[in-house]
């Protein structure tokens, strides 16, 4: 059958923010990573595979293709496959409970998909973006998510004004704040990671009560900063250690 010059005009257009709300679908590839996304609450749409892909879809829903089309749509270096769309679900409110990460501004679209599968490792299954925040329905955060954007309730919203009407200890990622080593830090609260080049906004930086760092323990001392998802990782991990 093929891949249709209407298909490949909507996969094409899906690269973009705007048609993915417009159409409310975005792309995923791979075999571990469309078998999560159809193992979840997640609607698949179109799925575009080779004989080789084994699925118990309606044939409606499926359109086989040779290796050479599945090159023709796909973005990765190997395409695996499959590849396939599925529907964006509706977002679902916040429930103020346990550690919420929260991200302010974060751009680059492989910290965001390791974020959401450290969210999925440490068991925090809420996570907020604000509005400047990539996509996570950008295809390289879902392949980069590896299948944890099935687990993890993520909302976009003005993080000043969720701040700001929080009751919970909000607590923020900051190169001058308190050695994490050294802070009790609650079971429940809000914690802020930054812009990968600016860190958070002076804005939030203002409503925080909590500010803390991870130390430098080389003999040089020269290094300016971690990755965001590194450091996330770092300060998850004490937020959970701790009793």
């Not at 590839?29 to 698949?44: H, R, T």
């Not at 575009?48 to 270096?77: A, G, Q």
């Amino acid at each position: 059958m093929g891949i249709s010059k209407s298909q490949l005009k909507l996969i094409t257009s899906l690269s973009q923010k705007k048609y993915r709300q417009k159409h409310g679908l975005f792309i995923a590839e791979g075999i571990k990573v469309v078998n999560e996304l159809l193992n979840s609450a997640f609607e698949v749409e179109l799925i575009f595979c080779t004989n080789d892909f084994e699925t118990m879809l309606p044939e409606n829903k499926v359109t086989r293709v040779s290796e050479t089309e599945l090159k023709k749509i796909s973005t990765l270096k190997s395409p695996n496959k499959v590849f396939s769309l599925f529907k964006i679900p509706e977002e679902k409110s916040i429930q103020n409970s346990g550690l919420i990460l929260a991200l302010d501004a974060i751009n680059d679209p492989g910290n965001l998909g390791t974020i959401i599968r450290l969210c999925d490792w440490f068991g925090i299954s809420q996570l907020i973006c604000s509005k400047d925040t990539v996509d996570c329905y950008n295809q390289k955060v879902v392949q980069a998510s590896m299948g944890s954007l099935t687990r993890i309730n993520i909302k976009y919203l003005d993080l000043k004004d969720y701040i700001s009407e929080s009751r919970f200890p909000t607590f923020i990622a900051d190169m001058n704040g308190e050695n994490i080593y050294q802070t009790n830090v609650p079971k429940e609260g809000i914690l802020i990671m930054g812009n990968e080049a600016n860190g958070v906004s002076e804005e939030i930086k203002n409503q925080v009560q909590h500010k803390v760092s991870i130390p430098r323990f080389g003999e040089t001392q020269r290094t300016e900063s971690l990755n965001v998802a590194t450091a996330a990782a770092i300060l998850i991990s004490e937020f959970k250690r701790n009793p």
